[in-house]
């Protein structure tokens, strides 16, 4: 696997032989920083979480960006990011984690000097093609706290072969306004969903944190 763009461009990452987790492919990985830009990964906080390979987060640093964190539960696969970290020589901008996502959340947030605030979040969750993104949100809700106002969480899950009510799905491509005028508005605790893509077997789902001052404004706005 290789780093597809920026100062690192075309290093490549040692990984396993056998792999834990499944790597994010190289379009997905274009696509989810196409659509942050260049201008706003430039020296912003990102956080690579159940990061596996790491891509997105060596991704981000070839970028421009000022730091990542890597959080992955798997001890081997810690080792391997270890390794690349030195090896791409940004030990001064990463660091890794090696716990489960839930216990990251709950450490990062009892100790703040541990981290800064983040401007993206990257979130590959355990597969499971029966779960849904709002499942997964609420099981990150506590990530809001550790995040900038107006900061970003991309979602990455299988696409789920059956919809109901339950399962947050708004079809392939559409976007949805904050307002919800080009869809259902949908809102997680302080995450709103603003834009959701299908490719292939995978759905990408896009949230933005919500200041309290704009949720407030908003709850003022239903009462009017």
């Known amino acids: ?38 201008w706003r990964i430039d020296r912003a906080n990102f956080l690579d979480l159940c990061a596996g390979s790491g891509a997105m987060g060596f991704e981000a640093l070839s970028r421009g960006a000022s730091r990542a964190y890597f959080v992955e539960v798997d001890h081997r696969t810690c080792n391997y990011l270890r390794k690349n970290i030195q090896r791409l020589g940004v030990e001064d901008r990463a660091t890794v984690l090696n716990t489960t996502f839930e216990k990251a959340i709950e ?19 355990p597969y499971d093609p029966e779960v849904s993104p709002r499942f997964w949100m609420k099981k990150v809700v506590g990530l809001a706290d550790l995040m900038r106002d107006g900061g970003e969480l991309f979602l990455e899950t299988p696409r789920v072969a059956h919809m109901d009510e339950e399962y947050l799905f708004l079809g392939g491509g559409r976007k949805v306004s904050h307002a919800g005028v080009d869809g259902p508005e949908v809102q997680i605790g302080p995450f709103e969903l603003i834009d959701e893509r299908i490719t292939g077997s995978t759905q990408l789902t896009r949230w933005r944190k919500v200041s309290q001052v704009e949720m407030l404004d908003r709850e003022l706005e239903r009462l009017i």
Do not use: H, N
């Open 107 to 125: 450490l990062m947030g009892r100790d703040r000097r541990l981290i800064e605030f983040f401007d993206f979040v990257f979130f590959d969750p």
């Open 1 to 38: 696997m290789r780093i597809i763009a920026g100062k690192l461009r075309g290093r490549r990452l040692q990984l396993p032989a056998e792999k834990p987790y499944r790597p994010t492919s190289g379009f997905l990985r274009s696509r989810v920083f196409d659509i942050i830009g260049p």
